[in-house]
């Protein structure tokens, strides 16, 4: 039986790699003169404009591109997508994040059934709750009303809703909805995350939302423990179900737990972690904080792309654009990482929660049929608001390894500053840096022009910049909620759109699961030595070194008691 075609099986594919000489022979600063490819690399959407042109591409590229897609099915991935076919089909499950953003007489199905009115009634019960929490008539143990919020998750229970949160602290709006509020994030295992997500906290004004869709999750769940215990010693046994509540579909563990079944928050098995920052994973924390209406917004923002992205023509269609473009760099020119680099500080944690998006989607090495890919998939993500990345790691973007680039730039600053006499605001100051660095990427600086200026012979080498280094510019006319859920569906889009292309499954994450079986089997060692005195056995010679190592000195907790942190 013959094996399941690949996309680099295919006479587009050939015709994109046979491409790649001709790009090869060309220079960004010579493309970046014809004025009719710069417009035509370029599309705009409520808001949201994108310029690609300073991408190794030409106008030929791009075409060749959408011939590609056709090739891959890719209309018809995304149709299956938003009908909730089971395309995740390692875990024989739909892929339906877009439902969590959609209006609430919109029709998506999961196994024959509308899955909008059920992600609506969570939202409505997240809304009253939120309100009564909010208002104060939600009281704690004490009879004091609660302003202190821990969520109690790790990735995509963490990432997703606390980029959001991070946007949304400086938007003028949100920030006064806040007011007097406090939203902090326990994901870690490490006691060090345990004692700074409480620090200074009052457990008698404190609501702790634990997340876990099983309420199984190892890290998660001692997490949740420890700060139940933080709770109970000074409020006693019978404060948790005042003072916890849940994400969770396992309400048997969730009320053994000691959480009330009725504050538990339901989301379903068509939402992958990465994905879920929509559902009661992020709605819910982020509503205690900021209230409903303003998240609200930030769901519309993203349904809004959905429906562009469903319905757009490719031509026109910002993350098919932007999928295919990666899709180019990484396996045809051979870029496997990218830069994000949002000048806005409020996005500072856009990279961290997309380099799980995309990382974890995508970096897969068989097809969505398990065939070995004989070439690259997925991208090396990371990133750091501009300016300050620009002082960190634009060296080697500049003059060493070649990596293509995402400027995001905002038109309006959440938090103008302006003062007297200056040549600029301070947002003008960070907006000329936005537009210079992609122009300095794709130009560069040649030894003629060095020698023109008088450089020393002996710097001239140190000096040259090779240009032609590729970047993407995205423009947002501002940062509200509505455009930080855009920005979000955006690149989740443009990450299916890679997987698509490519023929894998960017919906499981297999990679992630042996790892956690083998801490498991040192779990029990530590737990065997620690208690029974039990020599290391059962390991490689370099870990049971390092385990024995680590065993030799006394831990700094006792086994026998409870120990806190002490901040």
């Known amino acids: ?52 042109s300073r991408q190794q591409a030409t106008t030929e590229t791009v075409d060749k591109l959408f011939k590609l897609a056709e090739a891959a099915k890719l209309k018809e991935k995304i149709d299956k997508m938003f009908k909730g076919e089971k395309i995740n089909t390692t875990e024989n499950r739909s892929v339906l994040h877009v439902a969590l953003r959609a209006p609430r007489d919109a029709v998506i199905n999961s196994d024959g059934v509308n899955v909008v009115p059920e992600v609506w009634a969570v939202k ?99 997490n949740a423990r420890t700060i139940k215990e933080w709770i109970v010693s000074s409020l006693g046994p019978q404060a948790v179900s005042k003072h916890m509540i849940a994400v969770s579909t396992n309400l048997k563990l969730v009320k053994e737990f000691g959480i009330d079944p009725n504050n538990a928050f339901a ?4 939402v992958g972690g990465r994905y879920s920052v929509c559902s009661a994973v992020g709605v819910l924390p982020l509503s205690l904080q900021y209230g409903f209406p303003i998240v609200q917004k930030f769901l519309e923002g993203a349904s809004s792309i959905d429906n562009h992205f469903h319905t757009s023509s490719f031509e026109k269609n910002i993350p098919v654009l932007l999928g295919l473009l990666s899709v180019w760099n990484v396996s045809f020119l051979g870029y496997p990482a990218r830069a994000i680099l949002p000048y806005s500080q409020a996005l500072e944690k856009l990279a961290p929660h997309i380099q799980q998006l995309s990382m974890e989607s995508n970096g897969k090495g068989v097809s969505i049929d398990g065939v070995r890919l004989p070439y690259e998939a997925g991208e090396i993500d990371f990133g750091e608001p501009g300016t300050n990345g620009q002082h960190s790691f634009y060296q080697l973007i500049h003059q060493g390894r070649v990596i293509p680039c995402d400027f995001i730039g905002v038109i309006k600053s959440q938090q103008p500053v302006y003062l007297k006499g200056e040549t600029v605001s301070n947002h003008d100051e960070l907006m000329s840096n936005f537009f210079a660095q992609p122009d300095a990427l794709a130009y560069g600086k040649t030894p003629e022009q ?19 280094r590729p970047s993407l510019s995205f423009l947002l006319s501002s940062l ?38 083998l801490a498991s089997t040192v779990r029990k060692q530590l737990h065997a030595s620690r208690m029974e005195g039990k020599p290391v056995e059962g390991f490689n010679p370099s870990s049971a070194s390092l385990l024995t190592r680590f065993l030799a000195v006394k831990p700094s907790t006792p086994y026998d008691t409870t120990v806190l942190p002490k901040v």
């Open 450 to 468: 060095l020698r023109s200026e008088k450089v020393p012979e002996n710097l001239i080498s140190h000096k040259t910049f090779q240009g032609n």
């Open 124 to 222: 409505d019960k997240i809304k009253q709750f939120s309100e009564t929490f909010r208002s104060g008539s939600w009281v704690g143990a004490t009879g004091k009303p609660l302003t202190n919020v821990v969520s109690v998750g790790i990735g995509g229970s963490f990432l997703g809703p606390l980029f959001v949160h991070t946007a949304l602290q400086t938007d003028p709006e949100a920030a006064e909805s806040a007011k007097g509020r406090q939203l902090r994030f326990l994901a870690n295992v490490d006691p060090v995350d345990v004692a700074r997500s409480i620090k200074d906290l009052d457990p008698a004004t404190t609501l702790v939302v634990v997340v876990s869709k099983t309420f199984t999750t190892a890290e998660t769940m001692l």
């Open 1 to 52: 039986m013959a094996s399941p075609a690949l996309i680099s099986d295919t006479d587009q594919w050939k015709a994109l790699q046979a491409h790649v000489g001709a790009i090869h022979k060309t220079h960004l600063r010579d493309l970046m003169t014809d004025a009719d490819r710069c417009k035509a690399m370029t599309a705009e959407f409520e808001g949201v404009f994108l310029d690609y």
């Open 267 to 270: 989301f379903w098995d068509w």
């Open 480 to 517: 509200s909620a509505y455009e930080i859920g855009q920005l979000l569906s955006i690149y989740e889009h443009r990450i299916a759109v890679q997987g698509f292309i490519w023929g894998i499954n960017s919906f499981d994450q297999w990679g992630v699961e042996l790892g956690k079986s």
